[in-house]
């Protein structure tokens, strides 16, 4: 059973400009959160979908946003980038929520310079 | 606001010995209490999970305390050994399915 699969691994931008990141569940898990990764920060929650609906929020600006598609596939985007948004980015994907065992992918690591 | 607390910052235990991570919660409306743990270059990966109707749970040589009065649970690793040595983050989520995490352990494990 392939695992939580999140592309690119590593991306560069520079501040101002937006992003896109993707995120593909496991097999048949319906739920994908998005979590912040950083030194000073630590995890934090970004969103959550399930079944191409937000289901929960984090307390981020709206430059944060994503969406899910019918194939359970993520994505997440950042407008208008900032310095402190440099961070590995993780999704993790589970049956039913952030309740059930959640599994996490690799993280993509977003430098802005 | 941070809103689950953990410590120690690092920790580094000999190899056999117990190591213990402490995580303490100020929101009453936390019902699910997971243990993460992280390779450097990995995400994190759920270790051991319980919820408050319970005071400990054990899974072989990991086990969670869990004290609902004090709003504090904790990690206790026995046996520890080398392949331990990795990042712990607690974690909390409330009713409203948002989930909050420890700042994070750093365990290391001398042979």
């Known amino acids: 059973k392939a695992g939580v699969t999140q592309t690119p691994r590593y991306l560069i931008k520079t501040r101002g400009q937006q992003v896109t990141l993707s995120c593909s569940p496991i097999s048949g898990h319906r739920s994908v959160s998005w979590y912040q990764q950083t030194p000073g920060q630590g995890l934090q929650f970004l969103f959550e979908?399930?079944?191409?609906?937000?289901?929960n929020k984090g307390n981020f600006p709206g430059r944060f946003s994503g969406r899910q598609f019918s194939n359970s596939r993520s994505e997440m985007n950042v407008s208008t980038l900032e310095l402190g948004d440099s961070a590995l980015y993780l999704c993790?994907?589970?049956?039913?929520?952030?309740?059930?065992?959640?599994?996490f992918g690799p993280g993509t690591r977003l430098t802005v310079t | 606001q941070q809103q689950v607390k953990q410590s120690p910052q690092s920790l580094i235990v000999q190899k056999g010995g117990i190591s213990i991570i402490n995580c303490a919660y100020e929101?009453?409306?936390?019902?699910?209490f997971p243990w993460y743990q992280q390779f450097p270059g990995k995400g994190p990966a759920l270790l051991i999970a319980?919820?408050?109707?319970?005071s400990e749970k054990k899974e072989g040589r990991f086990t969670i305390s869990f004290n609902k009065s004090a709003k504090q649970f904790s990690l206790h690793i026995m046996d520890s050994q080398p392949g331990d040595s990795a990042t712990y983050f607690c974690?909390?989520?409330?009713?409203?399915?948002?989930?909050?995490f420890g700042t994070g352990t750093s365990l290391t494990v001398i042979p």
């Open positions: 929101n009453t409306a936390f019902d699910y």
């Open positions: 319980i919820r408050p109707d319970v």
């Open positions: 974690a909390a989520l409330n009713t409203g399915n948002q989930f909050y």
């Open positions: 979908y399930f079944s191409e609906t937000q289901r």
């Open positions: 993790a994907s589970s049956l039913t929520g952030p309740g059930g065992e959640q599994y």
